[in-house]
C-alpha cells in the first residue's frame, strides 16, 4: 500500500498575501514604520516563488523570515485572524522545522511552488465546513434562543441549568473538546470557531434584548453547539462519548440543531 503524499498548505490574509512569520517582529516594525515584505500566492498559482528576504534557517530574525507550511490545515489558524483564504503549495529546496517537539505540522522554506487555491474552510480542519455552516446559523438561533429566555424565563432556566451542571461534571468543552482538538490537529481551529461563535451569538441576543444570565448561557451553548459540529467524527466512541458530544450539540435543549452531514 502506497504513501499517501503529504500536503502543503499556506493561509494568507483576504487579498492573498503571506502574513509575517513573527508576529512580535511585525509589531514592532509596524510601530517603527519599517516595511514588511511579503507574497500574493493569489498572484502566483503555478509559479516558483523565491522568498523576498530571507531570514536564517530557520529562526525569527525578521518579521517575515521564511515561507511556514503547515501539513495539519486545522492547525493553519493559529498566527492569523479570520477570515483567511488556503494555498497548497510544494517546498523547493533546503527546509526544516524548530523541531519535532515543538510543532510537527510546521515546514519551514525560502522557495516554494503555489500550486492552487483550496477551500478556505479546510483551515478549521476536517468538518470546516460544517462548523462555519453553523457559525452562519447561530444569529438565527441566537435570536430564538433569546426569545426562548423571554417567553419564558424560569421554564428555560431550568433547562439551560440541568444542561449546563451535567456539561460542567463531564468538561465536554473544556476537556473533551479540547483534548480532542488537539490529538486530531485541529486546536487552532477549534480556538477560532469558539471564538466566532461566541461573538456571532453574543451579538445577536444582545440586539434581540437578552439580560446577562441570558447572554451568559447563550454564548456558552454556541461554543458548544461549534465544538460539536466540528469534533463531531472525534467524539463518537462508545456511548459515553456520544453522550458527551449531545451534550456540545445541546439536544436536551429542545431546540431545532442543524443536521449533521
Known amino acids: 500500500m502506497s504513501k499517501r503524499p503529504t500536503i502543503h498548505y499556506i493561509v494568507t490574509r483576504p487579498d492573498g498575501t503571506v502574513p509575517p512569520s513573527s ?26 516563488v523565491d522568498h523576498p528576504s530571507p531570514g536564517q ?6 518579521p517575515f523570515s521564511y515561507f ?8 493553519a489558524l493559529e498566527r492569523i485572524d479570520w477570515p483567511t483564504r488556503l494555498f497548497i503549495v510544494e517546498p523547493r529546496g533546503e527546509t526544516g522545522n524548530w523541531g519535532a517537539d515543538f510543532a510537527p505540522y510546521w515546514l519551514m522554506s525560502h522557495q516554494i511552488r503555489v500550486v492552487e487555491e483550496t477551500d478556505a474552510w479546510r483551515a ?4 470546516g465546513a460544517q462548523a462555519l455552516a453553523v457559525i452562519a446559523q447561530l444569529p438565527d438561533l441566537a435570536r430564538q434562543w433569546a426569545k426562548e429566555w423571554a417567553d419564558a424565563p424560569k421554564a428555560t432556566r431550568r433547562r439551560y441549568a440541568a444542561w449546563n451542571e451535567r456539561a460542567t461534571d ?10 480532542k482538538a488537539q490529538y486530531s490537529r485541529r486546536a487552532a481551529g477549534l480556538k477560532t470557531a469558539d471564538r466566532l461563535a461566541a461573538d456571532a451569538a453574543a451579538q445577536a441576543a444582545t440586539d434581540a ?10 454564548r456558552l451553548r454556541a461554543r458548544c453547539l461549534v465544538a460539536g459540529q466540528l469534533l463531531h467524527d472525534r467524539i463518537c466512541s462508545g456511548d459515553y462519548e456520544k453522550s458527551v ?17
Open 23 to 48: 508576529g512580535a517582529l511585525a509589531e514592532y516594525a509596524h510601530w517603527t514604520g519599517d516595511p514588511i515584505p511579503t507574497v500574493n500566492l493569489a498572484e502566483n498559482i503555478g509559479k516558483v
Open 68 to 75: 511556514r507550511m503547515y501539513t495539519k490545515p486545522g492547525e
Open 170 to 179: 463531564t468538561h465536554a468543552l473544556d476537556w473533551w473538546a479540547h483534548y
Open 57 to 62: 534557517r530557520w529562526y525569527d530574525d525578521k
Open 209 to 218: 434584548g437578552a439580560d446577562t444570565e441570558a447572554l451568559t448561557a447563550i
Open 124 to 127: 478549521f480542519g476536517h468538518r
Open 245 to 261: 458530544r449531545a451534550l456540545l450539540l445541546g439536544t436536551q435543549l429542545d431546540s431545532p440543531q442543524p443536521v449533521t452531514a
